[in-house]
């Protein structure tokens, strides 16, 4: 595994190795949000400097699509794949991995070791926020956790558990409700944990999606976030600087994990035997208001 690496170029003889200009597919949602438009931004510029052209496909984040996209683009004769999984599509993985095509898993880490991947680190991330709020004496921390199925979600969870069992807080299953990486499903998990007695404190938020139910329920409500409660997240979202209450988020490096991506790809086309790696990139924590402090 590598982890927290810097942004390699891809020069001299790794592309010099590569038998001609090459053409990979990304397959991805698309429209799943701002960083899906970052993320492929940073995808065609790093294409772009290395020659490349790529073919972007929509998976609307579904295995059926994506399942749908993989056979279009192998018959499409690509040369790679960049793929953002969906959950539950290992088979799919498999099938790629089988073939021997050169492919990087984008974003969603998968618990495997035969496939390149890039992603923001989780665990440590997600352990953070919750020291945070901890070290601000709340003990009543709840998650709302992403959706089942994803390695993301696993661990952003396993995060929030090492970030309670290291601020001497006990793990309650009750202060944890999925939001299934929705805005609808992250605003009505708000809702029963804030309906719980006594409700928490604080809420940490699994995902950047997830933020906009949160932010949603407990305006509704009338609660005033950073004063009444505190709201923080994994995810930095335009918006999150210039709301009433600024977010403190730890925001990912959309860009960065895009261009290793492509770099990563073109390492793998020029050296197919080359040993499988795992890049995870370290977010950043921006400290604002929504924490209460």
Not at 86 to 107: C, E, F, H, K
Not at 241 to 263: C, D, F, N, W
Not at 268 to 284: F, G, K, M, S
Request: hydrophobic fraction near 40%; glycine fraction near 10%.
């Amino acid at each position: 595994m590598t982890a927290l690496l810097p942004e390699l170029p891809l020069v001299g003889n790794q592309l010099s190795s590569l038998p001609g200009p090459c053409r990979f597919g990304v397959a991805m949602a698309t429209e799943a949000g701002p960083n899906a438009v970052k993320m492929l931004k940073a995808i065609r510029s790093a294409a772009a400097e290395a020659g490349c052209a790529i073919t972007v496909s929509e998976t609307g984040d579904s295995v059926s699509e994506e399942a749908a996209v993989i056979r279009a683009l192998r018959a499409d004769r690509v040369d790679g794949v960049l793929l953002v999984p969906s959950a539950g599509d290992d088979a799919i993985v498999n099938g790629l991995v089988r073939m021997g095509v050169p492919t990087v898993l984008v974003d969603r880490m998968a618990g495997r070791n035969d496939v390149d991947q890039v992603g923001g680190e989780n665990i440590q991330a997600m352990c953070t926020l919750v020291r945070h709020l901890a070290d601000r004496r709340h003990r009543k921390i709840a998650l709302i956790s992403g959706e089942p199925g994803l390695t993301t979600s696993d661990e952003r969870t396993l995060g929030y558990r090492l970030g309670l069992g290291r601020s001497g807080l006990r793990w309650n299953a009750s202060l944890v409700e999925c939001g299934q990486s929705t805005p609808a499903g992250a605003a009505a998990a708000a809702g029963r944990l804030l309906d719980s007695w006594p409700s928490p404190t604080a809420l940490v938020v699994a995902s950047e999606a997830m933020m906009i139910g949160v932010q949603y329920e407990v305006h509704r409500r009338g609660i005033r976030i950073g004063s009444e409660l505190a709201v923080v997240g994994y995810g930095d979202m335009p918006w999150a600087s210039t709301v009433e209450s600024p977010l403190t988020t730890m925001a990912q490096p959309i860009p960065e994990i895009g261009r290793k991506a492509v770099h990563l790809l073109l390492t793998r086309i020029a050296d197919p035997e080359r040993r499988p790696e795992t890049v995870r990139l370290a977010p950043r924590f921006l400290h604002r208001a929504s924490c209460g402090c």
